[in-house]
Every structure is written in C-alpha cells, then in structure tokens.
C-alpha cells in the first residue's frame, strides 16, 4: 500500500519569509513517482512538479525548490521569499506503475502582507 | 479544448436525487481520472478510463456511483439515490499517456463540480 503524510496541517508566515512543506511518501515499488500539486481557492489543481525515484538531484525553479531524500521517502518542498499570491493549499502526491496517484491531506500555506 | 471542463460547477440536490457529473477532458488525452475530494482533505482516487475503457473502479464507493467515456472522449460521473456523505468536490483529470507504461504522467484538473447533498 502507498501512503503520503503531509505533516503540516495549517502554516502561516510573513511575506518574504522561506517557508518549507514537508511531504513523505512511503511506498514498497522502488520505482515511483512524486509530484507537488498547488491548489488556489479557485479549486483547480496546479501541477508543480514531477520527480522519479531514481533522481535525487534537488532542483530550483524560480523561487520554488524542491529536495527528495530516498532514504527517507521524504519530497520536501521550499518557497523562498514567499508572496501573498502564494497563499494556497498545497498537496504532495505518489504514484506507482499502476493508475492510481495517492494524495496527501495537504498544506494550507498562508502568507501575510 | 485549452483545459480540463467540468459542469456543472455547483450541484445542490435533495436525497435520493440522481445527478449527473460532466468532464471535458484536454482533447488527444488518452487518459482520465475521477476524484472525490472532501473538505479540507486531499484528492480520493475514484475510477481510471484509458480512452473508452474503465480499468480501474476500485475507489467507486458503492454501487450508486456510476462512471463512463462511450467514445472516449467526454465522461460522465452518475450518482445514483444520493446521501449526505456523497457531499463532496469531485474532480476530473486527463493526461496524455497511460501511467503504466509512461512513468506516470502529469495530471491536469479541471475546477471541479461541487456537490451538496441536503
């Protein structure tokens, strides 16, 4: 069975503050793939980003990062300087070879002027 | 289509109504998905279609929950008889690929249909 935990329920901080979302997916595939999704209050999913089991490399886009440790499952996520228009709810997912991707129960990011 | 389209947007029905779920899926998209998502929880995994074909149902919750793509293309996400539990944002997503073989592809999602059951 495949599990996502998404630790933090609720996080408020200042803008221009780092804020990092914790994620941890456990799973017995060696192969697997994690993805961070963005959830506004307009309710549409935005897909964020996708990494496969066998990358470790952490990566940088803009202002977001991204770093997946193997070791422990985790797929940790990191806004730097965070603005007001990042206030969101933000869901780590997993998925397998098969059909199914599996959510976490999310992060509500709340960022205040 | 530029997106994923679902209708309608808000549902309020009574008890025991049926109702009926729309999805637009990105067109070329191979695959689609249906989710429930209840507040302040994540996305459940509903049913999967690789085109016309349903492989997967196993997060149909019960046997009042109906899904189908005749052609396809457009699906529709049947409720029959509802309850209050059944109250929920059910979301459709589409990819280009097929997961099993691509290495899971993204999902794109549509806003969601928001249904109330009273």
């Known amino acids: 069975a495949q599990k996502v935990t998404q630790a933090q329920t609720e996080i408020s901080v200042v803008e221009k503050e780092d804020v990092t979302l914790d994620c941890v997916y456990e799973?017995?595939?060696?192969?697997?793939?994690l993805f961070w999704y963005k959830q506004p209050p307009s309710g549409e999913l935005v897909f964020l980003i996708r990494?496969?089991?066998?990358?470790?490399q952490n990566e940088i886009s803009g202002r977001y990062s991204w770093n997946f440790q193997k070791s422990t499952s985790s797929f940790n996520f990191t806004i730097t300087a965070s603005q007001v228009v990042d206030s969101a709810v933000y869901f780590c997912?997993?998925?397998?070879?098969?059909?199914?991707?599996?959510f976490g129960t999310g992060t509500s990011l709340t960022v205040i002027p | 289509g530029a997106g994923v389209s679902q209708s309608p947007r808000y549902k309020v029905a009574k008890r025991g109504q049926d109702v009926a779920l729309r999805c637009d899926p990105i067109s070329g998209h191979v695959s689609l998905f249906w989710y429930q998502q209840a507040l302040g929880q994540g996305p459940e995994f509903l049913t999967y279609f690789q085109n016309e074909a349903q492989l997967d149902k196993s997060g149909l919750p019960s046997d009042r929950f109906f899904a189908e793509r005749p052609e396809g293309s457009v699906s529709t996400l049947k409720i029959q008889r509802t309850q209050q539990e059944d109250s929920a944002v059910y979301l459709c997503?589409?990819?280009?690929?097929?997961?099993?073989?691509?290495?899971?592809?993204?999902?794109?999602f549509g806003a969601g249909s928001r249904l109330t059951v009273l």
């Open positions: 799973t017995r595939d060696t192969t697997y793939y």
């Open positions: 997912a997993g998925a397998n070879t098969g059909n199914q991707f599996y």
């Open positions: 997503a589409s990819s280009f690929g097929r997961p099993a073989s691509s290495g899971a592809n993204v999902l794109t």
């Open positions: 990494r496969n089991s066998f990358d470790e």
